[in-house]
């Protein structure tokens, strides 16, 4: 029996007596306790995989060094007392950790200990096991960022000697009974951080108990709710207090005595919290030793006064209103104004700010030049003047300055870039992306720099020597310059620590012949780079998280080994629009979220492996060649929010399982073969705001049960095998936010759905100079959309949420059009052609103020245009041809642009554009119609004699009569020619369906 195996046996033999109670023999108890802590840390080691992606901060796997032949209190994150070698320390941060802590875990045979630290590890959803209780002497508890979830338990209140308790980032709840006892019961307690755990039970009155021992408090993003009253600030011995990010807590009023209380206080953070009835004079009763003060977006009220500002200890300031007060801070080490709508340009502060080492004023709007005097500032070290709206060039000359990181982002600031930018011994931050710089870039004299990004600017030439030194660079972006790259030469082989390259938008040449690897790479970007093959360096990414190799040339099949660049690391791949072929590439990461393949020439089926992603949330599949069925896994994700397989040959019926808790957002399956009905699990999709099922063959009725999904925004059904009247709605307020509506060219009958028209809020009084212009989507994928605007089928690439659309062509609607369409304000285009509609034309028409077509051709409306329509001045395309309107075209406007097509075969009109006037009542009339002319109208608009046929069984007469007055072809002037010609045409009506009868019988 080998060494380690007996020491197993006995550890586990250990367990067992300890759990059943049984007496510990003594004469073993000298053993045990040497040999059991390591035996119990090595299992629960054991007992976790290591991964690379469990750890935010990317340190090493500590575990991974611990040897069975050495004893555990040498190990990396073990800590022993020196004298009984009892293990009473446990540092196991940042460590790789994956996997789940269950309530039997071994670490809980570790009964001495004091200090443990699980902090940045992947514990997968993990509950904080009740056992943690038995960690009697415990001070030191840190289980932040390490995916914990649910409620904490109970027993950590009983952890009466805890001195500080870190259970920050992660997904827990704290609930009143258990906030009540660790306030109550840990009175040794210094440091209490809980950020980002659900607490919205808790009162603020419940804090009264807290330790007064405290130091530091921090509960930022709790969804703290409720009153922050002055005595709960009675708490002497504070230093940090962080009630940030809590939007639904209100600080009420803080009176001087209580402010004066607090003496200790150092850092004091409220951001995000309601401070409105708070006045800007309290300032001047906090601590002398205040440090960090931060109140962003507080809504505080008031004037704030110089002298408030005199802080003599104040190193970081967060505030938005006392620019010029400033040189009363002479302390100031730190300032921070970011994000706070200042304007104006930045004040060229006095010498007397020497002490200043860090300045962030980005993402304001200040304006005007660079002051040079920020770059005279002997000690700073941090310059963030990104997201401004500054202009001018940087200037030539600067001496003294020596900064770490300087970030002038998404400005207007333009010329060369200057020769100091590159003589900085200890910059390893620099961004000067989204400006207007021109000419080529400098060599670096030092190899300090690790981010560098100078996207989308102007600069041109070779890359090649500028960043030659770069070693330690993390961080490489040039996109969107006219530079010249060839990818493959001596400089990438000496990059090896490169996480992100973006290229993209340049001129990129691959050398596929160099031997050379980018080993730690996570996310390369050479999109719209003019490339024709894959990197083939990309084999020895074994890290890589995002591809983006989109709108390139790349043409042939997918080379094999690219399913396992990333292995299961890969998230976001991206090889739309380009000239791949063949078959569907196999890609083996089982981590991907999204996928993009869209227009190029794939074929075959959606392969298997896509069911293996089971986090897939966006799939882009359309516009291949590829065949076969849809696979049912895509509906039944619950994590898949876009499935676009539009323009393919897919086949075969929609597959009806639609997860009951699914994440969809938009399903576009236009342009397959799909058929057989749609399957009523749609309505699932609670989150859907667009589909898009047009050009298949499905068939049924019209499916009303979509309208329960308030969210959904683009119905598209068009151009399948739809039929029927569509009825009443099934729900209360159906389709509420619906701005798209197309089911043209489908077999559905009966009359207009004036109830549906009656709920659709979206189209109705929406005003678009208050509606920020806003693109249908999200960060990755923007919806795009193929429809019918003023008569053209259009491929919108982005759909702005302004655009709304009606569009019941090509179907057998009949009746009259309802006046309610005149509600909806903010239609822009409406289009009924192509149907059986009769009488007139509503004038409520003329309230759609933001229409820019309106085609009602090929109907049978009759009667006038009304005048209303003439004060649609956005009206671009309007068709009324084909009907039997009467009277004078109105005119002004819009209304003087038509031209002849738009009122084509309305034999009853006249005026402008039409060459028939209407000076006198006999110009008004349209000569009588042909036979031929009948046939026609009745072969175009799919209607018959039937009126006349009524006519006939109640008298030959008033039938006639009654077949006039339907089809509006005449006045009674003409009354004589016209009983002549239906006559004719009765006749041989009667005739032949006397022949039909005669042959049934």
Not at 323 to 328: A, R, T, V
Not at 528 to 542: A, G, H
Not at 588 to 613: D, Q, R, V, Y
Request: proline fraction near 5%; aromatic fraction near 10%; charged fraction near 15%.
């Amino acid at each position: 029996m080998g060494c380690s195996t007996w020491k197993y046996q006995v550890f586990f033999l250990f367990c067992l007596i300890l759990h059943s109670q049984i007496p510990f023999p003594s004469c073993l108890s000298s053993s045990f306790s040497s040999m059991l802590p390591c035996s119990a840390l090595l299992h629960f080691s054991k007992s976790f995989s290591l991964d690379q992606r469990a750890s935010a901060l990317h340190t090493y796997p500590k575990t991974a060094s611990w040897q069975e032949d050495k004893h555990c209190c040498t190990w990396d994150g073990v800590k022993c007392d020196k004298n009984t070698s009892h293990v009473v320390g446990l540092d196991l941060s940042s460590s790789w950790l994956y996997g789940n802590i269950h309530s039997n875990s071994t670490l809980f045979f570790l009964p001495n200990l004091k200090r443990l630290n699980l902090a940045d590890n992947h514990f997968n959803g993990s509950l904080i096991p009740s056992e943690i209780g038995n960690f009697k002497s415990l001070t030191h508890l840190n289980l932040s960022l390490s995916v914990f979830a649910g409620q904490i338990p109970f027993e950590i209140s009983q952890l009466s000697s805890m001195v500080s308790l870190d259970l920050s980032w992660n997904k827990l709840l704290i609930e009143a009974p258990i906030w009540k006892r660790v306030s109550s019961n840990l009175t040794q307690l210094r440091e209490l951080l809980l950020d980002y755990t659900n607490m919205s039970s808790i009162r603020p009155n419940s804090w009264t108990n807290l330790s007064s021992s405290l130091t530091t408090l921090s509960l930022h993003y709790c969804d703290l709710r409720g009153k922050l009253e002055n005595y709960i600030l009675y708490l002497p011995s504070i230093q940090t207090l962080d009630l940030s990010s809590n939007w639904l807590l209100i600080v009420a009023p803080i009176r001087k005595s209580v402010i004066g209380n607090l003496t200790q206080l150092r850092e004091l953070i409220l951001d995000y919290t309601n401070m409105s009835s708070i006045r800007p004079n309290f300032l001047m009763n906090l601590s002398s030793s205040l440090t960090t003060l931060s109140l962003r977006y507080c809504d505080l009220q008031g004037k704030l006064e110089n002298n408030i500002l005199c802080l003599p200890s104040i190193q970081t300031l967060d505030l938005t209103e006392f620019l010029n007060s400033i040189d009363n801070l002479k302390s100031l080490k730190h300032l921070a104004l970011p994000s706070c709508n200042i304007t104006g340009s930045i004040p060229a502060w006095p010498g007397i700010l020497t002490k200043l080492t860090y300045l962030d004023l980005s993402n304001n709007s200040f304006s005007g030049l660079l002051p040079s005097s920020l770059f005279n500032l002997p000690n700073l070290s941090t310059l963030r003047l990104g997201y401004n709206q500054l202009v001018g060039p940087l200037p030539s000359h600067v001496s003294g300055l020596n900064l770490i990181a300087l970030s002038l982002s998404s400005n207007f600031l333009n010329g060369t870039l200057p020769s100091w930018l590159f003589s900085m011994p200890s910059l390893e931050s620099l961004y000067l992306n989204g400006n207007q710089f021109v000419g080529e870039i400098g060599e670096f004299k030092y190899n300090s720099l690790k981010h560098l990004d100078l996207g989308y600017n102007k600069l041109h030439g070779s890359i090649l020597r500028p960043v030659s030194r770069l070693v330690n660079l993390t961080r490489l972006s040039l996109s969107s310059n006219n530079l010249s790259i060839m990818l493959g030469s001596e400089m990438f082989s000496k990059l090896k620590n490169l996480w992100v390259l973006d290229f993209s938008n340049n001129s990129v040449s691959i050398n596929n012949n160099a031997t050379y690897a980018l080993p730690n790479l996570l996310l390369l970007n050479l999109s719209s780079s003019n490339i024709s093959e894959f990197p083939i360096f990309l084999r020895q990414t074994t890290n890589l998280r995002s591809l983006d190799l989109s709108n390139n040339q790349i043409y042939g099949q997918v080379p094999r080994w690219l399913g396992d660049v990333g292995m299961n690391s890969l998230y976001y791949v991206d090889l739309r629009n380009n000239l791949l072929q063949g078959p569907f590439p196999i890609l083996n990461s089982s981590n991907l979220h999204f996928m993009f393949f869209s227009n190029n020439k794939l074929t075959g089926e959606i392969p298997s492996f896509i069911c293996n992603a089971i986090h897939l949330q966006v799939l882009d599949l359309s516009h291949n060649n590829l065949s076969g069925m849809i696979p049912k896994c895509l509906v039944n994700s619950t994590f898949l929010s876009v499935l676009d397989l539009r323009m393919n040959s897919l086949h075969g019926t929609i597959p009806a399982t639609f997860a009951i808790r699914n994440n969809f957002r938009n399903i576009n399956l236009n342009g397959n073969q799909l058929e057989g009905p749609l399957p009523p699990s749609l309505a699932n999709c609670r989150g859907l705001e667009v589909l898009d099922l047009g050009n298949n063959k499905i068939n049924g009725v019209f499916p009303y049960w979509l309208g329960s999904l308030q969210k959904l925004q683009v119905l598209v059904i068009r151009s399948n095998r739809f039929q029927g009247c569509i009825g009443n709605p099934k729900t209360k307020f159906p389709f509420p936010n619906l701005r798209i509506i197309d089911i043209s060219n489908n077999q559905f009958n009966g009359p207009l759905p004036i109830k549906y028209f009656k709920y659709l809020k979206a189209m109705i009084n929406v005003n678009e100079s208050e509606v920020a212009p806003k693109y249908m989507g999200e960060n990755y994928y923007q919806d795009s959309l193929n429809i019918m605007i003023k008569g053209h089928y259009i491929e919108m690439e982005r759909v702005l949420t302004i655009l709304t659309s009606i569009d019941f062509s090509n179907n057998s609607f009949k009746g009259e059009m309802p006046k309610i369409i005149g509600r909806l304000k903010s239609l822009k285009g409406l289009n009924f052609s192509y149907n059986n509609l009769t009488n007139y034309i509503p004038s409520s028409i003329g309230n759609l103020t933001n229409i820019e077509w309106l085609d009602l051709s090929f109907n049978k409306l009759s009667g006038e245009i009304p005048n209303q329509l003439a004060d649609l001045t956005s009206l671009g395309v309007l068709k009324l041809s084909h009907n039997q309107l009467t009277g004078h075209i109105p005119s002004g406007n819009q209304f003087n642009t038509f031209n002849n097509d738009s009122y084509t075969e309305n034999l009853g009109l006249c005026g402008f554009p039409l060459s028939r006037t209407c000076d006198n009542h006999e110009a008004k009339q349209p000569p009588p119609p042909t036979l031929q002319q009948y046939e026609n109208l009745e072969h175009e608009n799919g209607f018959g004699w039937q009126a006349v046929s009524i006519g006939y069984a109640c008298g030959t007469i008033f039938g006639m009569f009654m077949g006039y007055l339907t089809f509006k072809i005449g006045k009674p002037k003409c009354l004589v020619r016209m009983v002549k010609l239906e006559q004719h045409i009765m006749l041989r009506r009667l005739k032949k369906n006397a022949h039909k009868r005669g042959g049934r019988r």
